[in-house]
T-cell receptor, first 114, second 115 residues
């Protein structure tokens, strides 16, 4: 089984500042990693995913994440945030190879301050 | 882009009543899921469904819960006798395959409030 940890429940950041949302995972098998975003009163939207290959993955809305196997991390970054990025962000993992039960982290609320 | 749609967006029910949450997955997807998110907590897997049967379920998905694909488009979650602790946001999702590389597409959720 895998687990996903997001240590920061809330991250306030000023508009146009950079942000990093942290995610660590643990698994005894290879995993695929995802970041989802949830805007207020909406569902979960996929931001980006890591399957294999390049450890730096780029997603929508200018976000990117880096897979670090030695540190078992998959932190999400954006160099300059907008007000519209205010949302909750969920890191998630699923076992690679024919398995779809996704394990989510507890989420990080990103609050962009004007 | 095709979407997963869920109805209703909000449902209020009294404890002990039955509720049915409805979902229309993306039309060419074959795998369907229900997740739930209790307020302030993480999104939790409930059940996965393929070829008209449950392929996996969590310990949360007890005998009070059932799922059904009554026709070619709908996918429903029934809670037979609701409890206060069933209050949560319920998300339906679908995927084209069960490969972990095939991301889930989520609906906007149904907020269930049990009073």
């Amino acid at each position: 089984a895998q687990s996903v940890t997001q240590l920061d429940s809330q991250v306030p950041v000023f508009e146009e500042a950079p942000v990093e949302l942290r995610c660590n995972y643990s698994s005894s098998v290879s995993v695929y990693l995802f970041w989802y975003v949830q805007y207020p009163n909406q569902g979960l939207q996929l931001l980006l995913k890591y399957l294999s290959g390049s450890t730096l993955v780029k997603g929508i809305n200018g976000f990117e994440a880096e897979f670090n196997k030695s540190q078992t991390s998959f932190h999400l970054r954006k160099p300059s945030v907008h007000i519209s990025d205010t949302a909750e962000y969920f890191c998630a993992a699923t076992r690679s190879g024919g398995y779809q039960k996704v394990t989510f982290g507890t989420g990080t609320k990103l609050q962009v301050i004007p | 882009e095709p979407e997963v749609t869920q109805t209703p967006s909000h449902q209020v029910t009294q404890m002990g009543q039955e509720v049915i949450l409805r979902c229309v997955p993306i039309s060419n997807h074959l795998y369907f899921y229900w997740y739930r998110q209790i307020l302030g907590q993480k999104v939790e897997f409930l059940v996965s469904f393929y070829n008209n049967e449950i392929s996996e379920k969590s310990e949360i998905f007890d005998d009070q819960f059932s799922v059904e694909r009554p026709d070619g488009s709908n996918f429903t979650l029934k809670i037979r006798s609701t409890k206060l602790e069933d209050s949560a946001m319920y998300f339906c999702a679908s995927s084209a395959t069960t490969e972990g590389s095939s991301p889930l597409h989520f609906g906007n959720g149904t907020r269930l409030t049990v009073t």
